[in-house]
């Protein structure tokens, strides 16, 4: 089974600080992570030089934090699946919590993304979690089914689909690590469900060292979406490596 790792930038690495940190990844062999399979999500303005580093096929997959859902068109500072695909991107992350918070997404436009994504050949990253007065009412489950049933919508073959788990009390500077109780229920719930017909679940929330594989411990739970602990290529190395050796 394979087991993903991966980190999006967010809105951080000039051209320079990202040439960098994927010429470090580019250098290391492909061999030292098996079943093990990386991937990053750089800023839009980053992403084509950092897939001209990694190259097409590389073994460290490169993809988009946004696309829009239509190909083309009057849509002032937006990009089109079509777009990050002709950049390099192989994967487009789709409803992240803070897209949802500060940019009015939805899940009929999360739909809309992954429905683009598919169309064109692209892995949709689809992000869903709940905030933390949904957790402490003990509704987490029924939460994240209904957003990930949205997201897939009318799409009649969910393979090419990677879930992330990612509770909104879980992530960001403020966030607070998710012990392995507090998310086996929704993994046992998207498993049950999804797991058989979608391409991967992973979760993401405060990962670090100290709990990946604890977290990877949990049934249903097929990889990682790590945060800030994978900004420094450092960081990220270490826990490809950490995983790759469990």
Not at 25 to 45: E, H, K, Y
Not at 46 to 70: D, E, F, K
Not at 115 to 129: F, I, M
């Amino acid at each position: 089974m394979t087991t993903w790792v991966g980190t999006s930038w967010k809105m951080n690495k000039t051209l320079a600080q990202a040439r960098d940190y994927a010429e470090t990844l580019a250098a290391t062999d492909p061999g030292r992570w098996p079943g093990v399979q990386p991937f990053i999500l750089p800023p839009a303005t980053a992403l084509a030089s950092v897939s001209a580093v990694l190259g097409r096929g590389s073994h460290v997959l490169v993809g988009a934090q946004n696309a829009h859902w239509a190909d083309d068109g009057a849509w002032t500072g937006e990009v089109s699946v079509p777009q990050v695909a002709d950049a390099g991107a192989t994967i487009v992350e789709i409803g992240h919590s803070e897209r949802r918070a500060y940019f009015a997404e939805t899940d009929a436009t999360v739909n809309l993304k992954v429905q683009a994504s598919l169309r064109h050949g692209l892995t949709p990253l689809v992000c869903v979690g709940e905030p933390d007065e949904v957790f402490a009412s003990g509704s987490s489950v029924l939460h994240v089914l209904d957003q990930v049933r949205a997201a897939l919508d009318g799409v009649d073959d969910v393979s090419s689909v990677v879930l992330a788990y990612e509770p909104i009390w879980a992530i960001g500077f403020s966030g607070r690590p998710a012990a392995a109780a507090d998310i086996a229920d929704v993994f046992a719930a998207l498993s049950a469900e999804w797991g058989s017909a979608v391409r991967g679940i992973l979760f993401g929330g405060s990962v670090n060292p100290g709990n990946a594989l604890a977290t990877l411990g949990v049934d249903g739970v097929d990889g990682l979406f790590i945060g800030r602990a994978a900004w420094d290529v450092t960081g990220f190395i270490g826990l490809l490596d950490l995983v790759a050796a469990r």
